[in-house]
């Protein structure tokens, strides 16, 4: 601890004599923007201009609600109008857990230094950074009031779904002004800029809901709000994923264009990203963009029908080349083939037949198959296949031809749904999993995404791609240049080998079966070799199918989006 303080007080020393070098922060120094384009991945398509001053709506602090104000302090910097722009209680613990963990892990940042952070420098975690932000903070307290900063702050930060500010924020989650926003609502928006994607709540309502939990305890503790007024907003509905909405302009692209800035602002973050001076080279193919979005329209003409979703990728790079997320963006953003959790039946059968066959179990091995009943633990899972037919004893690539479900369900129970589980993450599954028996069936909630990055891994011999710079993701950019500096950060193409390259082999040659005598015959092209499988929930409220060839791996879904019924044609 007296290392802590020492290095504290060093610090603070360090932050006065660097802040009287710094230039006086120019209130405009935030509008000089420079374009950031967002190119398709020929290098010359342009997908989008994004700008500062496109993205988010400026407002005053009259038109922002108080409860606003007060549970962003809260749960972000409670002691915000005490300091001076740096918290040496925050800094100390900061410095505290960085010195356990060896490295720069804990924020400990105020909320001026996160406004300044967003508006004037790089995203990075380095002392170096940390130091320059906590003088340009300490200089700022100096010359601005702490409303003007917060109304900043509250006008820069990003609250996921391509909403920035809090004015664009209030009418994406709840269709009214800031200034309109109520205590459950203030929450819910004041949980999510610490981390958009994990508390989102179109994707993950369960989290959201304890982030706004948290932030209303935060204002409980704090004497911001009673125990009833804690009690009531506690209660209160999320919005849904139908209800978040965004104005937005339908181009080739759309929803894959929202989820690359989405990669990009958690990367770079959001001050860097619109209207920083980026060329952003993605992995797009406009050809093939085009093609996905007609063949789907072609077939589901019915703005009451099925809605569909598809994503292609290259298994060779890991490049998702198409991204068909919805009809219509303007009427709404939430992405179908990233964001929507359906179940994939038994496009997920080759995904047990790979652990399997990690484990040394043979493709060829044999199981009876019959109506079996199975212990679970808490319960008895019965399996019957569709239409109680049963081919007898069978070995295990015959079955999944047939996709029989009696095989699986036994297959699960031998190599066990924990094992599955981790065949899934490796393969490039990233949503949480539960180790249930049932998973061998594919109950578990996935998305088109997902289901095409597992399969690519299949298609490239067992090796999963993915990208240098933004880690175990799905590879959308190829390179980010910085305009001002011509400085280059390729995303270049790296291989993990997550499955033997025999097996992969030998479970595309099943899938190639399954293409050309079994449940996926309707996907066949003629003199070319196609593997894939199948996928249908029980009563038909969702259908896969997820295939590949050499050069592109494809996932599609289909279903009605808002809830599960059945489709009947």
């Known amino acids: 601890m007296l290392f802590v303080l020492a290095t504290l007080a060093f610090t603070f020393g360090l932050v006065r004599a660097v802040a009287s070098e710094i230039p006086a922060l120019d209130p405009a120094a935030q509008r000089t923007d420079v374009d950031t384009v967002v190119y398709a991945w020929n290098g010359r398509s342009v997908l989008a201009v994004l700008r500062g001053d496109e993205s988010r709506v400026l407002v005053d602090t009259d038109a922002i609600a108080p409860i606003m104000r007060q549970a962003i302090v809260s749960v972000e910097d409670q002691r915000f109008f005490e300091h001076n722009g740096i918290d040496l209680k925050g800094v100390a613990r900061a410095l505290w857990q960085d010195v356990q963990q060896q490295g720069i892990v804990e924020g400990g940042s105020t909320i ?22 906590a003088a340009l903070a300490w200089q700022l307290e100096q010359r601005w009031t702490k409303d003007r900063i917060l109304t900043s702050y509250l006008n820069t930060i990003y609250f996921g779904n391509g909403a920035y500010g809090i004015q664009q924020a209030a009418r994406a989650y709840f269709k009214k002004s800031a200034k309109e926003l109520e205590l459950p609502e203030a929450a819910l928006l004041a949980g999510i800029p610490a981390d958009p994607s994990l508390y989102d709540p179109a994707t993950s309502p369960h989290k959201a809901k304890a982030r706004r939990k948290h932030v209303l305890g935060m204002m409980l503790e704090q004497g911001k709000i009673t125990r009833a007024d804690f009690v009531k907003a506690n209660a209160a509905p ?22 690359v800035k989405d990669e990009l602002v958690a990367k770079y973050g959001a001050g860097r990203v619109f209207g920083g ?59 179908l083939a990233a964001q929507a959790e359906r179940q994939p039946g038994s496009a997920f059968k080759p995904i047990v037949l790979a652990t399997a066959m990690q484990e040394g179990i043979s493709p060829q091995s044999e199981i009876e198959s ?25 070995n295990l690539a015959r079955a999944l031809v047939s996709s029989d479900n009696s095989v699986y369900a036994q297959l699960t129970d031998l190599v066990g749904p ?16 539960d180790p249930y028996f049932s998973i061998g069936l594919g109950s578990v909630a996935v998305n088109p995404l997902e289901m095409a990055r597992a399969y690519a891994t299949f298609a490239n011999g067992g090796r999963r791609v993915d990208g240098s710079l933004f880690g175990d993701r799905p ?21 993990t080998q997550v499955l033997e390259v025999g097996e992969a082999e030998l479970l595309t040659e099943i899938l190639e079966d399954v293409v050309q005598s079994g449940t996926g015959t309707r996907a066949a092209i003629p003199g070319r070799q196609v593997a894939g499988k199948t996928g249908t929930t029980d009563n038909y409220g969702d259908a896969w199918f997820v295939g590949y060839t050499p050069e592109l791996a494809v996932a599609v879904w289909v279903g009605y989006p808002d809830r599960l019924r059945p489709m009947t044609t």
């Not at 300044?116 to 002392?127: G, P, Q, S, W």
């Not at 999320?238 to 989820?259: H, M, V």
């Not at 019959?370 to 899972?381: E, M, P, Q, T």
């Not at 390179?479 to 995303?491: A, M």
Request: overall charge positive; aromatic content about 6%; proline content about 7%.
């Open 370 to 394: 019959k109506k079996v009943s199975i212990d679970a633990g808490d319960r008895i899972w019965t399996v019957t296949n569709y239409d109680h037919t049963y081919l007898g004893r069978v």
């Open 418 to 433: 924990k094992a599955i589980v981790k065949t899934a993450h490796d393969l490039g599954i990233r949503s949480p999993l």
């Open 112 to 133: 001026t230094q996160q406004f300044v952070k967003n508006a004037y420098i790089r995203n990075e975690r380095t002392l170096a950074r940390k130091v320059r932000e």
């Open 238 to 259: 999320l919005p849904t994923p139908e209800e978040i909405r965004l104005p937005g302009t339908q181009g080739p692209a759309p929803y894959f264009l929202n989820y």
């Open 277 to 335: 001076g980026l060329k952003v080279t993605t992995t797009i193919d406009l050809g093939l963009q085009l093609q996905a979005r007609a063949a789907i329209e072609k077939v589901l003409r019915s703005p009451d029908g099925p809605a569909a979703a598809l994503v292609a990728i290259d298994p060779r790079t890991g490049a998702v080349k198409a991204m068909f997320g919805g009809r219509n963006f303007r009427e709404s953003q939430f992405n």
């Open 475 to 495: 590879r959308v950019v190829e390179e980010v240049e910085r305009i001002r500096t011509g400085r280059i950060e390729e995303n270049a193409p790296i291989p």
